[in-house]
């Protein structure tokens, strides 16, 4: 079993897919939610669905201020971000080297970055008016954006499409797609241990 915490900043739809999916499972067990804000919406998913929560302020996650403990004590092998907005410092990131995923949602590296996140990125696709976009699932490094690629996916754009319409047909493949990629690398990437 893969113990995976998922942090999260904002409504938590992405968390509650991923929930869902692994709900039963007999491989991967979501049992932490972290998040930097405590009116998170991804708060009171983890209330509802009983998953233990725990908030970190951002001093406290780029101090270590007991983040490193928390994981480890709830012996968490696996950090998935979803919509978590603040920089990965790079003590987490050395103790859970490509063991962090995130999932941006463009295809990167087009409109990846710093400030591109949320519906900046769709307005920036809409901008320029592309004919697609999607989403990109990557490891975290010390860069943004800037690990590894493990998916991408894409839609195609009508010209009607407004950043909201983008938003919203990007999502869908977030949805779907980001427990499949988690399944499927903790199932490739991790020793399994039953
Ligand atoms: C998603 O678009 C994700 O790609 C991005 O932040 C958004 C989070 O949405 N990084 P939600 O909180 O999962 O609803």
Redo the contacts with the bound molecule.
Sequence with gaps: MTNIAIW?S??????QAIIDYFRENDHVNIAMIVSNRKQAG?IDKAVKEGIPYVYFSKNQIDTNDGVLDKLASSKIEVIVL??FLLKIPSYLIRAFTDRILN???ALLPKYGGKGM??SHVHQAVYDQKETESG?SIHLVNEHYDEGKILFQASTDLTPDDRPSDIGRK??EL?HYYYPRVIEAFVENALPQAD
């Design positions: 999260a904002g409504t938590g739809s992405n968390a991804v979803a919509g999932i941006h949602p996140y949320g989403i990007v999502l977030e």
